[in-house]
């Protein structure tokens, strides 16, 4: 990343997050908009304070009108600019810099043609980023893209609970060359939905586990993500660690942990 910042560290996170759930857009007038649309609208607010332009509204509900959300949108000129300086030569996924070229093309034609002005020209800079774990972006694409999962596991004799599998999965249309780095980075398994185009990283072994832990202890999470993330840990801890084994003995001891890994994701939304 070519960031240079006193908020280096939230401005890395907030690029990785806008890769998995930000839009590029441009209007039927081709004007450039970009769009984050989030359940959850306090992490839409902390990227609108540190950003310092864009609107927040809803929420707005789905189509089953179960589930609704609320929208982050940046569409005047300084706000505009400012997103362009951040994501310009520091996105990682293909098909994000395809979006982001066509938008900052639009920006190009849109305000060059109402300001009369081509002396401001922005360049799209097609530079190719490496994830990393000496930077925050992919703490932002976990907070987007990522899921923390506690799988029970039962006694093939018994169907009593016997054990629990833990694993943190990305998942990516196309993407190959990125996840294929992915899996090399974080020491995980990748499958490839051939009929999605989809690849599915997921990190189940300890090392692999151990390794996103660390990392986000250093770049954390910003999202209600966070809770799933203190769950999981919590849970990966005490199955892991020796000091524990006794948990995994007990029965009583066991099934707190079997709840625990049946909450992990219980009521972040």
């Not at 639009?106 to 002396?119: A, L, Q, V």
């Not at 987007?144 to 999962?149: I, K, M, P, V």
């Not at 849970?235 to 079997?258: C, M, S, Y």
Request: proline residues 2%; positive net charge; glycine residues 6%.
């Amino acid at each position: 990343m070519n960031i240079t910042s006193k908020y280096k560290n939230d401005l890395d996170w907030f690029i990785g997050f806008s890769e998995g759930d930000g839009s590029w857009q441009v209007d039927n007038t081709g004007k450039p908009i970009f769009i984050i649309n989030q359940q959850d609208p306090q992490t839409l607010y902390k990227i609108k304070k540190l950003i310092g332009y864009g609107t927040i509204t809803g929420p707005y509900f789905n189509k089953n009108a179960i589930n609704s959300y609320h929208r982050y949108r940046v569409a005047n000129l300084k706000g505009t600019e400012k997103l362009i300086g951040i994501f310009n030569g520091n996105l990682v996924l293909n098909k994000t810099k395809h979006r982001f070229s066509e938008y900052l093309d639009s920006f190009n034609n849109y305000y060059s043609e109402i300001r009369n002005d081509t002396n401001k020209q922005k360049h799209f800079d097609k530079q190719i980023i490496e994830p990393t774990l000496e930077n925050a972006w992919l703490s932002g694409f976990i907070d987007s893209e990522g899921c923390f999962n506690g799988q029970i596991v039962k006694n093939k004799i018994t169907k009593e609970p016997s054990t629990i599998r833990l694993r943190i999965t990305l998942v990516q249309k196309s993407e190959s060359e990125v996840f294929q780095y992915l899996k090399s980075l974080l020491n995980g398994t990748l499958h490839h939905e051939v009929k999605k185009d989809a690849y599915r990283l997921a990190c189940n072994n300890v090392k692999s586990r151990n390794i996103i832990l660390d990392y986000l202890l250093k770049y954390p999470l910003k999202s209600k993500k966070t809770i799933a993330y203190s769950r999981f840990k919590k849970l990966h801890v005490r199955i892991t660690d020796g000091k524990f084994n006794w948990r995994l003995e007990n029965r009583r001891a066991r099934q707190r942990l079997f709840t625990l890994a049946s909450n992990i994701n219980k009521d972040i939304y």
